[in-house]
């Protein structure tokens, strides 16, 4: 029993030591182990307080600034405020551009879920034309689908009140106040003052690269030709901005701050919109132009470029049928034909043609020549316009008469390069800079010129034939009206050479200081006093017992002026008859003159398109100018078209 025992206690013994040694080595891996997680979810976790600190010390401290901003940004809205547009007025404050404020009906598209079901709907609640449509789609083909387009304008008080019962069916619709350009006079002066139309891609690229993107924020329109163009930065303004806060669903709250806008400045011209007026209606139905200086300041009173086009069609986007109307007429009312145009001057040429030869001692003034009618050179006959020709000619008769023979021989005498450096300096064949853009440069002949024009060599040789033409204003002489009524102006005020220019002052809208445009000579030519005298009695001639002395019979004043007639197309040796040739084929007729001749208080250029003989065409409308700028009338009766000496 007691062996048994012992045995029992043995294996009792060997059995606890076995199972006291394995489950101590289990243990001691698995403490291992899990001390081991343990430490490193400890390094996660202090690296992860470590990146949180950073990071919130990165956003509450460093970026602070930024994220106040941000959340303000939030929560306050910046709300643009256009400024009124400055007026535009003429020399005696007749308002020419001024605005008028008037309710839009406006969508914004991408606040829209159906486009087409709200338009519909809006359709049934307020009058939407066609034409309202087409427009709508149009802009909004050329905006960002963010942007509040008009597809009603001018709504009326009713219209309004039956909108806003109705608001709570169309989201992404409202009515809104704004500012609208009115040209009052309409057609009347259209190409000096220009129009303002919706802001397109180019335009804000303009914007963009003169720094004035945050000046145009909520700017829907700008200014597209003339003074509205060239001074649109002035005419703008400065744009104001109120400071709204908004909720979470992005509808204001209550308004925080406000800055004012500052309207535009106000422009008041030179021009005088009466004798602008006047001078229109000159032209009846005739295509033309007119351009009247002062001399003494270079101050332009009438730009005249008919037919003209009503500006106020543009300002909520001229209608399709509007613009094919215009853009595709045989009138072409949208060419500015003052600056634009550039036509031979004809016989207006003459004039300038004759100072230069006495400048460069070519001829004196009682030196004749004998007219048979024609002038032979290099086998070809120039034909005199008065067969059998003037006889014996001095420069007097020359002008006065407008003898072709005499600036034949001239023009040969004179030689290209000597008579395109004296009209150069006279202003031809270049910008005379005026404030309009889009100003065309005209064609001043020269060897060099001609080898600039053509690409052939055969083409850029300049032959001495061809300055025979150039003398009396033909061949390749081209020049704008604007060009031709400086250089008249330049004589009248004896070689002293004004920029012309159709503002007279500046107005600030908030201090009310006039900036004056002051006159600015461009030059001072260099000519002898007695020569300018000779073609100032010449050009007096040509009024009182010359080519215009029909026009100007019984005139209250002495003027000076030319006659031109100038060729649209060759006749190859044949006689013209303006009854036998299609009116856009018939000769353009032309009239230069200053008035008052011994204080010239005006000068002007008159071109009319297809007019035939300038003495009966042009120089009739410059009576009608000077009589009602210098007297204050109409002329009593129209110069007749008989017995008128051709010119």
């Known amino acids: 029993m007691r062996d048994s025992g012992h045995r029992s206690d043995v294996i009792a013994e060997g059995f606890t030591l076995l199972a006291g040694q394995l489950p101590l080595n289990a243990t001691d891996r698995e403490l291992s182990r899990f001390r081991f997680r343990i430490a490193l979810a400890g390094v996660a976790v202090f690296a992860a307080f470590i990146v949180l600190i950073v990071r919130f010390v990165h956003l509450q401290v460093l970026q602070h600034a930024y994220y106040t901003t941000r959340a303000e940004d ?59 449509r087409k427009r709508f789609r149009r802009l909004l083909e050329e905006s960002k689908n963010f ?65 004035q993107a945050a000046n145009y924020k909520g700017t829907d ?6 003074l509205e163009q060239k001074y649109e ?42 004798l602008q007026e006047m001078a229109e209606k000159a032209f009846g139905d005739r295509r033309g132009a007119l351009v009247a200086i002062e001399p003494s300041s270079g101050g332009i009173l009438a730009l005249v470029s008919t037919p003209s086009f009503d500006p106020n069609l543009f300002v909520d986007g001229i209608r399709s049928d509007d613009w094919e109307l215009l853009n595709n007429s045989p009138d072409k009312p949208m060419l500015n034909r003052a600056l634009n145009g550039a036509y031979p001057p004809g016989s207006t040429f003459k004039p300038f043609m004759a100072l230069a030869a006495l400048e460069t001692g070519k001829r004196t003034p009682g030196q004749t020549i004998s007219d048979p009618g024609f002038f032979n050179f290099g086998g070809h006959q120039f034909r ?50 005026v404030d309009i853009e889009g100003e065309s440069e005209g064609v001043l002949p020269s060897p060099d010129w001609k080898k600039r024009r ?55 809208s908030r201090s009310g200081e006039q900036t004056m445009i002051e006159p600015e000579p461009l030059r001072i030519l260099p000519w002898k006093r007695q020569n300018v005298e000779t073609i100032k009695k010449a050009m007096i001639g040509v009024n009182t017992a010359g080519t215009a002395a029909r026009a100007f019979a019984g005139a ?73 700028y210098l007297l204050g009338k109409l002329p009593k009766g129209a110069a007749q078209e008989d017995d008128v000496e051709e010119d």
Not at 393 to 401: E, G, L
Not at 403 to 413: G, K, P
Not at 423 to 433: I, K, N, P, Y
């Open 221 to 226: 329109h700008i200014g597209k030709t003339g």
């Open 454 to 508: 053509f690409k052939r060599p055969e083409q850029q040789k300049w032959f001495a034939g061809e300055t025979i033409s150039i003398g009396i204003g033909q061949g390749y002489n081209a020049y704008t009206p604007i060009q031709l009524a400086q250089a008249t102006a330049t004589v009248a005020n004896n070689g002293v050479m004004f920029r012309p220019h159709l503002v007279k002052y500046i107005t600030d």
């Open 74 to 132: 939030n929560r306050i809205s910046l709300v643009p405020i256009v400024p009124n547009r400055g007026v535009i007025v003429d020399r005696n404050g007749t308002v020419l551009a001024h605005n008028y404020s008037a309710f839009t009906l406006e969508i914004t598209p991408s606040k829209v879920v159906d486009l087409e079901a709200t338009i519909e709907g809006l359709g049934k609640v307020i009058e939407v034309l066609p034409k309202d």
């Open 556 to 628: 209250g004043y002495v003027s000076a002026g030319k006659t031109g007639t100038a060729q649209v197309f060759s006749l190859k040796g044949a006689e013209y008859r303006a009854s036998s040739i299609k009116k856009e084929l018939r000769d353009h007729a032309l009239f230069i003159a200053f008035a008052p001749a011994d204080q010239p208080k005006i000068a002007l250029a008159v071109l009319v398109e297809n007019g035939g003989f300038g003495a009966q065409s042009a120089a009739p409308i410059a009576r009608m100018v000077f009589d009602y």
């Open 233 to 274: 930065y002035q005419l703008h303004g400065q744009t104001g901005y109120e400071q709204v806060e908004i909720d979470a669903g992005g509808r204001a709250i209550r308004s925080l701050s406000r800055t004012a806008p500052v309207q535009g400045s106000n422009l008041t011209l030179t021009l005088d919109v009466k």
């Open 147 to 211: 942007e509040s387009l008009p597809i009603r304008t001018r709504l009326s008080e009713e219209e309004v009140a039956r909108f806003a019962a109705n608001r709570y069916l169309f989201p992404g619709v409202e009515v809104k106040a704004r500012l609208f350009r009115q040209y009052p006079l309409g057609p009347i002066a259209a190409h000096a003052i220009g129009y303002i139309n919706r802001i397109n891609k180019r335009d804000l690229e303009i914007i963009e690269e003169n720094e």
């Open 384 to 433: 005199d316009d008065k067969k059998g020709g003037h006889g014996s000619v001095d420069m007097y008769k020359s002008i006065v008469h407008s003898c072709d023979t005499y600036y034949y021989m001239l023009a040969n005498d004179m030689g290209i390069d000597s008579i395109a450096r004296f009209m150069g300096q006279l202003g031809f064949g270049q910008r005379t800079e």
